[in-house]
T-cell receptor
Framework: GESVGLHLPTLSVQEGDNSIINCAYSNSASDYFIWYKQESGKGPQFIIDIRSNMDKRQGQRVTVLLNKTVKHLSLQIAATQPGDSAVYFCAENINDYKLSFGAGTTVTVRA | ETGVTQTPRHLVMGMTNKKSLKCEQHLGHNAMYWYKQSAKKPLELMFVYNFKEQTENNSVPSRFSPECPNSSHLFLHLHTLQPEDSALYLC????????????FGPGTRLTVT
């Protein structure tokens, strides 16, 4: 069954505001997590990843936070732009090659 | 672009047709994957190949038949599909160990009529 899930299927955010997308996972043995972005008509694209020995990792305008105590993962997007409108997936590794994906959160940026 | 290409991008086929989806990766990876993406559902892993050998068949019906002639190419042969097979079919590739990041192609939008 699905071990990775997202709290909300949709998120509407004002342009310029920060976005927070949440994800809960159930496999406490997972040691690697990824966030993907999927724009309309495209395949998922890697945004950022984090290993379980870290609590936080920052990229360009994005930050991933990992709370292993409550098995929670979040993606923060700073100063959200229209180009950030997409579906965002979290994924966790099941084994060396297998990822388990959540259903996705659709982010809509309001001008 | 991610270095993973898929053709065709769109396919409409009848239930009695036979068609094939093609995936090619230019990243030097040795693992390739087929996923099915349906609306409002998580990505469903279908098949995994590592160094041309199939390592996973996730209880996929036999009307879907994968083929991996080499580490750079992956095919999905389709035969007597059902309307519920209509979905976006995504190909991905990765290195086998060390990193779990998978690189996805743009997908083939399949409609079964």
């Amino acid at each position: 069954g699905e071990s990775v899930g997202l709290h909300l299927p949709t998120l509407s955010v004002q342009e310029g505001d920060n976005s927070i997308i949440n994800c809960a996972y159930s496999n406490s043995a997972s040691d690697y997590f990824i966030w993907y972005k999927q724009e309309s008509g495209k395949g998922p694209q890697f945004i950022i990843d984090i290993r379980s020995n870290m609590d936080k990792r920052q990229g360009q305008r994005v930050t991933v936070l990992l709370n292993k105590t409550v098995k929670h993962l979040s993606l923060q997007i700073a100063a959200t732009q229209p180009g950030d409108s997409a579906v965002y997936f979290c994924a966790e590794n099941i084994n060396d090659y297998k990822l388990s994906f959540g259903a996705g959160t659709t982010v809509t940026v309001r001008a | 672009e991610t270095g993973v290409t898929q053709t065709p991008r769109h396919l409409v086929m009848g239930m009695t047709n036979k068609k094939s989806l093609k995936c090619e990766q230019h990243l030097g990876h040795n693992a390739m994957y087929w996923y099915k993406q349906s609306a409002k559902k998580p990505l469903e892993l279908m098949f995994v190949y590592n160094f041309k050998e199939q390592t996973e068949n996730n209880s996929v019906p036999s009307r879907f038949s994968p083929e991996c002639p080499n580490s750079s190419h992956l095919f999905l042969h389709l035969h007597t599909l059902q309307p519920e097979d209509s979905a976006l079919y995504l190909c991905a590739s990765s290195t086998w160990t060390g990193t779990y990041e998978q690189y996805f192609g743009p997908g083939t939008r399949l409609t079964v009529t």
